[in-house]
């Protein structure tokens, strides 16, 4: 049986675990605050782009070359990065990206490069026997336009120079602080032109040329799309944080409620047997005087 300094100290130490949880939910929480405005102001903008990309792009006469970005190619070999984080305490943050990862790897039929952001998940797939091609450990704990271009300018490069014909990312897609859904989404090739609505490129005034307005809208869209999809990996990661630390601030106070129960219970056990034991001595003491 506990003794009431062995409930004592556990009562502590769950209150302490209590206070750093719940520490860590309210850093999240101020994280996601931050994450859901970038996100809410990279959306628009990106779908802007492609948009404005298309629509140039449809018009131009058919001797006007259009980004390589925009070609599709019989796709032999597809680049696939899953992201994960190499943080903790996020629930089933990781688990959900690698199980849809796995899955889209069972039903793909062509060659695949693996891409990773996450220590684990390097050690994971070059146990699977995986060609990790892309690694950038840690790249979601601290999300920047300039890191989501350095990614981004590595799988252009590989595009372009036909190393790989497709490029999907696995992620968990923030879709509100209490929804994430893991899904796969298409990076490149970007959308098909359609030239059935083509118009003379006279009827524009194109800066310096036409080719480089797509080649440069084309590589600043691939970048944005990029640090888009890394600011909703890195969003969902906090909100499930977020959840899974008020779980485990809950679950403390519960058991610290419990604990303090049953200490009092301890304690008024133990008093109430020194009352009982002073009371027989009493007792014993009074018959002995007497007799």
């Known amino acids: 049986m506990a003794t009431l300094r062995d409930l004592k100290r556990r009562i502590a130490s769950v209150d302490?675990?209590?206070?750093?949880?719940?520490s860590m939910e309210m850093l999240s929480v101020v994280k996601i605050y931050y994450l859901r405005k970038q996100v809410g102001k990279s959306i628009p903008f990106v779908n802007k782009l492609r948009d404005l990309l298309v629509s140039i792009a449809e018009h131009?006469?058919?001797?006007?070359?259009?980004?390589?970005?925009?070609?599709?190619?019989?796709?032999?070999?597809?680049?696939?990065i899953p992201l994960t984080s190499d943080r903790g305490f996020c629930g089933s943050f990781n688990s959900n990206i690698t199980d849809i990862t796995k899955r889209w790897l069972t039903q793909n039929d062509t060659d695949v490069l693996m891409g990773s952001l996450s220590k684990n998940t390097t050690k994971e797939l070059n146990h699977l026997?995986?060609?990790?091609?892309?690694?950038?450990?840690?790249?979601l704990?601290?999300?920047?336009f300039d890191n989501a271009k350095k990614l981004a300018g590595e799988i252009k490069t590989m595009y372009i120079e036909n190393r790989i014909q497709s490029v999907k990312f696995?992620?968990?897609?923030?879709?509100?602080?209490?929804?994430?859904?893991?899904?796969?989404?298409?990076?490149?090739?970007?959308?098909?032109?359609?030239?059935?609505q083509k118009r003379s490129v006279?009827?524009?005034?194109f800066k310096p040329n036409p080719e480089k307005i797509i080649d440069s809208l084309t590589s600043t869209y691939v970048d944005l799309f990029v640090y888009k999809v890394l600011l909703e990996a890195s969003a969902s990661?906090?909100?499930?944080?977020?959840?899974?630390?008020?779980?485990?601030?809950?679950?403390?106070?519960?058991?610290?409620?419990?604990?303090?129960?049953?200490?009092?219970?301890?304690r008024q056990a133990t008093i109430t047997k020194e009352l009982t034991e002073i009371t027989s001595s009493a007792e014993a003491l009074k018959e002995t005087v007497n007799g």
Not at 68 to 80: A, C, D, N
Not at 141 to 144: G, L, Y
Not at 179 to 187: E, F, H, L
Not at 253 to 258: A, D, G, P, V
Request: glycine share 2%.
């Open 170 to 196: 696995a992620y968990m897609e923030f879709q509100s602080v209490l929804n994430q859904v893991s899904v796969i989404r298409q990076m490149l090739p970007l959308a098909e032109i359609k030239k059935a």
């Open 129 to 139: 026997g995986h060609n990790i091609v892309v690694n950038h450990p840690g790249m």
């Open 202 to 205: 006279e009827d524009f005034i």
């Open 237 to 266: 990661e906090q909100a499930m944080r977020r959840m899974s630390m008020h779980r485990a601030t809950e679950n403390a106070h519960e058991l610290s409620q419990k604990l303090t129960i049953k200490y009092q219970r301890t």
């Open 141 to 144: 704990d601290k999300v920047t």
């Open 60 to 80: 131009l006469n058919t001797d006007i070359n259009t980004s390589p970005l925009f070609e599709s190619k019989p796709v032999e070999t597809t680049l696939m």
């Open 16 to 22: 302490s675990v209590a206070h750093i949880t719940r």
